[in-house]
């Protein structure tokens, strides 16, 4: 894969995320880009009938798409994995909560292979399954007197390779900004182990009489990453760029349409409503990771990103950060009547494309030629939803 720099990061390096003091309105971003579309009407839904058994869906934590067109769905509530058709039609189940062989726990996230098996990313191990839904291997986390307790996060295209992330501590400086300490560790089937340690990205910033600190904890979305074979994919949350590790080539910044958002007095005071219910419901004296009563009272400005995924090729998916009143509330599910607008970055090339969203969709699978989210019924239960994506 090659790739052009757009700058270079050395390993160890904390990345400045200090945001702009600019409080003008930014224009739509991505604006000029080419326009992506999905189908208005889904070409699929995936757990809509529950008087057929395995197509009830509770707790949907992560979707894959196959290059024949399955789902692969992944439940946490039952700690089950779940192929379907590209109909629709239940193939395959596999594993069930518990610690035995192909028992799963803490299910993360799921990924399909290309010779058609998949697997089940957990923290600690990976369980592939083959096709048909037999056990075929247990992959553990490296020796963890070496490297930090690892958190499963991604897989290569056949699946032999393991990306795993775990987080350090919260070490806080004399200003409250946070930088957190990172592993990022490769295996393969030979146990091969390959650890990089770098710092992890500042949050954005807010202010304390005048001095810049860490921004309230509801504000703060999780960093966020998105693996391919040889890279990750990382953002904060905090600015405009996405940052590129490549086994190879090291760190490289790679610049997104989007410009943080001053925070305006009626997400102060939606905030300070939130934040005074935060201190009645757990007081500071009580054990808590940062003591409510140190928290700053409200960020000078909204994060940017608020999630990444990968298409499978050389693409990363961004979603920016929902633009509303509560905008420290990251809801599980897009709340804009409109539907969300995302950026399409190839990493050889930058910004390419945007793509809208249906309202109401949670986007959790990009594939060739289509894209799979979730959806809610009006009681709550979940079921998968498969648009086609037409690329122009």
């Excluded at 305006?264 to 005074?276: C, F, G, N």
Aim: contains cysteine.
């Amino acid at each position: 894969m090659a790739y052009s720099v757009f700058g270079a990061f050395s390993l160890g390096m904390t990345y400045a995320c200090a945001p702009s003091s600019d409080t003008r309105t930014p224009q739509s971003p991505g604006s000029s880009l080419v326009v992506w579309t999905l189908s208005e009407t889904p070409l699929e839904n995936v757990g809509l009938d529950p008087m057929r058994p395995g197509h009830e869906l509770s707790t949907v934590v992560d979707v894959a798409i196959g290059r024949t067109g399955t789902v692969l769905v992944g439940d946490a509530a039952s700690q089950e994995l779940r192929r379907f058709s590209p109909g629709g039609e239940l193939r395959v189940r596999a594993g069930r909560r518990g610690d035995g062989p192909g028992d799963l726990a803490f299910l993360g996230g799921v990924a399909e292979c290309d010779d058609g098996a998949f697997v089940a990313l957990q923290p600690r191990r990976v369980t592939a399954f083959e096709p048909v839904g037999r056990i075929l291997r247990v992959t553990f986390a490296p020796d963890e007197r070496a490297v930090p307790p690892q958190d499963a996060s991604g897989v290569n295209a056949r699946c032999d390779q393991v990306t795993w992330l775990s987080r350090g501590s919260l070490p806080i400086d004399s200003l409250g900004m946070l930088s957190q300490q990172w592993t990022l560790t490769w295996t393969d089937l030979a146990d091969t182990v390959e650890v990089r340690r770098f710092t992890g990205l500042q949050r954005f910033r807010t202010e304390v009489n005048g001095m810049p600190a860490m921004a309230a904890i509801p504000w703060q979305p999780e960093p966020s990453w998105a693996v391919f074979d040889s890279s990750i994919v990382w953002a904060s949350g905090a600015v405009d760029t996405l940052h590129v590790w490549h086994r190879r080539l090291g760190w490289r910044a790679l610049p997104v349409p989007l410009e943080a958002r001053a925070i305006v007095p009626k997400d102060r005071e939606a905030y300070a409503t939130h934040r005074a219910a935060r201190i009645a419901e757990n007081p500071p004296e009580g054990r808590s990771l940062l003591p409510l009563k140190a928290l700053p009272s409200v960020p000078t400005h909204a994060p940017t990103i608020a999630g990444l995924l990968a298409d499978g090729s050389t693409r990363v998916w961004v979603r920016p950060y929902p633009d509303s009143s509560n905008g420290f509330k990251a809801d599980r599910a897009p709340a804009a009547s409109h539907g969300e607008r995302w950026i399409v970055v190839d990493l050889n090339t930058g910004p390419v494309a945007t793509v809208r969203i249906p309202p109401g969709l949670r986007l959790l699978a990009i594939g060739a030629d289509r894209v799979a989210g979730v959806r809610e019924t009006a009681e709550g239960a979940e079921y998968v939803v498969v648009h086609t994506l037409e690329r122009r």
